[in-house]
């Protein structure tokens, strides 16, 4: 291989992928555009700042060349809104954040068998209280049959159909209603959320789609046709004062819905819509399905109070959400692990330790998740709402499979 070859790609070494970027570099260059900054760090910068880049303030995940920062600044898609009334910092944060990221592997084990103990005896009052809802909605029979899609769109899909079915199955798609979209990605259940409204000829009603980042090949694009209103906002559910956005104020009533919206961000979706119906807004209902839970924290989490009266404390939420991921990673072991397991180098001591099989733990995953969910029901059951907890997908289809549905304790399916 020639010497100009071997410099063709970026000399930064990924450690999570254990091998070097493989972006190519400009001539003459050692770094990709987005790793240049690790060379930067090992040097001094040059006076012009010409070629150096530099991690943008906005958002720490990218970087843009210094010579160009104030023109990035202008463009970013981080760049924070302008001055509008729904927008106020941190309106749905109780309070500041005092969790901290606990790697399991760190853990004292009988630390970790203390929380194990809690969960077990404390999950005997709910079990079986998680039943199967397996719905669907005639609007993507169509689509769900088409042949060229393949398994993961319509595992999508799937989920849209059950979250639209539940809706209809209680009595949730009624005219003159808000359809909030909160984590709304590019807006696949909006997109067919909007084409149930049009079927259904609620003319009266409108999607409202809230996602912090900014996306291409948004679906809400094409519906520029439809006679439902659809609107989306660009905002953090965290700083989110919905009943300042006007086509919430138009609205009679308000729904939510969610499409594994990640972690805390459904506990700050459930105190963003809580605090609309405290505004005076009539909240009618939602239907919510959960991911991430190893991502919630204990600032944020709706269901402290239900966790304090078991005798859940701060501590045990975090070790806690370490441990749901025990229910949804399989083993739990990296690629090579399980190699070397398989190759009869034995399973690893620390679990050994622990007392728990693979099935064991992920059982344990299981009844973390539940109480945690448990605990946004209870919150909500504590707002005037009727509450389900069900399986509204098969776990084949995916693991975060679980969704709450509420409706108003007056309001009759």
């Known amino acids: 291989m020639s010497e100009k070859n071997t410099h063709a790609h970026c000399n930064h070494y990924v450690t999570r992928k254990k091998r070097f970027c493989r972006m190519t570099v400009k001539e003459g260059e050692q770094f990709c555009g987005e790793h240049q900054t690790a060379l930067n760090n090992e040097g001094p910068s040059n006076a012009s700042g010409q070629n150096i880049r530099i991690v943008c303030p ?9 010579s ?20 106020q910092k941190n309106v749905n944060v109780e309070v500041e954040s005092t969790s901290q990221t606990r790697s399991l592997a760190n853990m004292p084990v009988p630390q970790l068998l203390e929380v194990i103990a809690k969960v077990n005896k404390i999950h005997k009052d709910i079990q079986n209280s998680i039943q199967e809802k397996l719905a669907t909605h005639s609007v993507l029979d169509e689509e769900l049959g088409n042949p060229a899609y ?15 079915g539940l809706l209809q199955e209680y ?31 609620h003319s009266s009603s409108s999607v409202l789609l809230v996602e912090r980042a900014s996306l291409r090949h948004k679906h809400d694009n094409k519906l520029d046709k439809t006679d439902v209103s659809v ?36 506990d700050l979706a459930l105190t963003c819509l809580m605090n609309c119906q405290s505004s005076g807004k009539d909240v009618t209902g ?6 991430c839970l190893h991502r919630c924290h204990w600032n944020t989490y709706v269901g402290k109070h239900f966790f ?4 859940i404390n701060s501590v045990d939420f975090d070790i806690m959400c370490g441990l749901v991921s025990w229910a949804v990673c399989g083993s739990g072991q990296s690629r090579e692990k399980r190699k070397n397991d398989e190759s009869g180098l034995g399973e690893n001591e620390r679990y050994t330790q622990i007392g728990l099989n693979r099935c064991e733990k992920e059982t344990v995953g299981k009844k973390c998740k539940d109480l945690i969910n448990w605990g946004r029901k209870i919150y909500l059951q504590n707002q005037g709402f009727n509450c389900d907890l069900c399986y509204y997908v098969n776990s084949n289809i995916t693991l975060e499979n679980v969704c709450i549905i509420a409706m108003k304790a007056n309001k009759e399916v």
């Open 150 to 164: 393949g398994p993961a769109t319509k595992k999508h899909l799937v989920q849209v159909s059950s979250i639209l």
């Open 308 to 311: 304090e009266h078991v005798g």
């Open 171 to 201: 009595n949730l798609l009624q005219d003159d209603t808000c359809f909030v979209e909160l984590g709304a990605g590019k807006g696949k259940v909006s997109y067919w959320l909007a084409k149930t409204l049009e079927l259904l000829r």
């Open 231 to 266: 609107v989306r906002i660009r905002a953090d559910i965290a700083d989110l004062l919905l009943p300042e956005i006007d086509t919430i104020a138009k609205a009679k009533h308000v729904v939510g819905v969610t499409k594994h919206l990640c972690g805390d961000a459904t």
């Open 286 to 291: 939602m239907v919510m399905t959960f991911c």
């Open 58 to 66: 906005l958002d720490s995940k990218h970087t843009c060349y210094a």
């Open 68 to 87: 160009k920062l104030k023109k990035h600044l202008k463009k970013c898609n981080a760049k924070p809104s302008q001055d509008v009334p729904y927008l």
